[in-house]
DNA sequence: AATCTATCCAACCGCTTTTAA
DNA sequence: GTTAAAAGCGGTTGGATAGAT
């Protein structure tokens, strides 16, 4: 039997919020703030709000807050959607924190709504962001490339074939991947077996990797932070580029600089900028040299960037090296060649009414409304 | 005008993660 | 260290509405 939920076991009220009880809410959180949600339906008798605490939070959250923007999303946001999604996936509370004033609620329907569907009709699969061709290729002729390419990582395959030679059989994918997938999940504190990676770091004399740790159940945490030594040592690429050619090629994270995964390090804070920089140098500099997948081509650069700046603050590491991986991979592939491809061909949105552009506020301010 | 269909989006559900006792 | 409660999150549902027939 189905669990009910806390709204049907305590007999409280569902459904739509009528006016009133939205005044109510309002009026509780002006008065006790939103700090603890339980504390509302405690509080149903004074309050004649028959709702739970946690339908009251979603209630607040998603329609009542005060910094919520609403209306129709610009392109610029569009564009930025698209592009988060591209590298986090369905992390729509991720993907919301770069849209100052908009809900993951929101965004989650916007994407379902309208970009899923617009992705599909300019023949892009909204989940792996790559041509559909190339999903629904069948594997005809595709054995024999996955077997002449046995020896070599699927990274490496891909900076090789296109990714419509690349559709292996089921067996195929699992026998070719593993191993790097399992290099690859770079995820903060994760204790993993790192055979393969060191294997795959071996295998590519002077990547400029460390050596690998004595333990091969070691953190990865551990190496990233003996990766950012050595490159602050070693230098090149100002002590701050991720590699995209290393990476596709190599099939290993090559002369990556990761700092400790276990912190919370972001990434402007390890792009080696000039505190003297301006933002919008510092933002452009992040952008441009650093992250090439994340130029959008719009007009308006500078705002662009400084919006940009806020996205690369805000992602973790773990989240922006797979989105990395993956963002290399499709562009080896021809599957991602930066705005283009979502482009609809009209200008991409730099011609878009001011009115419209995002409104670049502190981000941190909202992910810490409550 | 009535009915049907498609779309949008607010709200819910259930699972996971975090926090507090 | 354990457990329960709270909070957070993503997927899904269902009602309202617009557009088509």
């Avoid at 849209?99 to 965004?107: A, I, Q, S, W």
């Avoid at 390090?265 to 080696?272: D, H, R, V």
């Amino acid at each position: 039997m189905a669990k009910q939920s806390c709204c049907h076991k305590k007999k409280l009220r569902r459904g739509l919020w009528s006016p009133e009880e939205d005044e109510k809410l309002m009026n509780h959180i002006a008065k006790y703030g939103h700090g603890c949600w339980s504390s509302v339906p405690k509080l149903a008798d004074s309050l004649g709000l028959e709702r739970c605490g946690k339908s009251c939070r979603l209630r607040w959250i998603n329609y009542l807050r005060p910094d919520l923007k609403r209306g129709t999303f610009s392109q610029e946001e569009e564009d930025l959607i698209i592009q988060l999604h591209s590298m986090l996936g369905n992390k729509w509370s991720q993907i919301a924190a770069q849209l100052p004033g908009r809900t993951d609620n929101e965004v989650k329907n916007f994407w379902n709504s309208y970009i899923k569907k617009k992705l599909r009709d300019r023949g892009i699969d909204p989940a792996t962001h790559k041509p559909l061709a190339a999903d629904t290729t069948t594997t005809t002729n595709t054995t024999a490339v996955v077997v002449a390419a046995a020896a070599r990582s699927t990274a490496t395959c891909r900076a090789v074939f296109s990714d419509a030679e690349l559709v292996p059989t089921a067996a195929a994918v699992q026998q070719q991947e593993a191993p790097l997938v399992g290099a690859m999940q770079l995820v903060d504190g994760i204790k993993m077996p790192l055979d393969d990676y060191w294997h795959a770091a071996a295998a590519v004399p002077g990547n400029g990797m460390p050596a690998a740790p004595s333990s091969t159940t070691t953190t990865l945490s551990a190496y990233h932070h003996a990766l950012s030594l050595q490159q602050a040592t070693v230098g090149g690429c100002g002590g701050a580029a991720f590699d995209m050619d290393g990476l596709s090629h190599c099939g290993v994270p090559q002369a990556v600089v990761v700092p400790s995964a276990s912190s919370s390090s972001t990434l402007t804070s390890i792009a080696g900028l000039s505190p003297a920089a301006t933002d919008a140098e510092q933002s452009a500099n992040v952008a441009a040299t650093n992250l090439p997948w994340l130029d959008l081509g719009h007009a308006n650069p500078v705002g662009t960037m400084d919006h940009y700046a806020g996205v690369l603050d805000e992602l973790r590491w773990s989240d922006y090296f797979d989105g990395a991986y993956q963002a290399a991979t499709a562009t080896q592939g021809g599957a991602l060649q930066g705005q283009c491809l979502y482009d609809g061909g009209g200008g991409g949105g730099g011609g878009k009414d001011v009115d419209d552009a995002v409104q670049f506020v502190d981000v941190h301010s909202l992910s810490n409304w409550c």
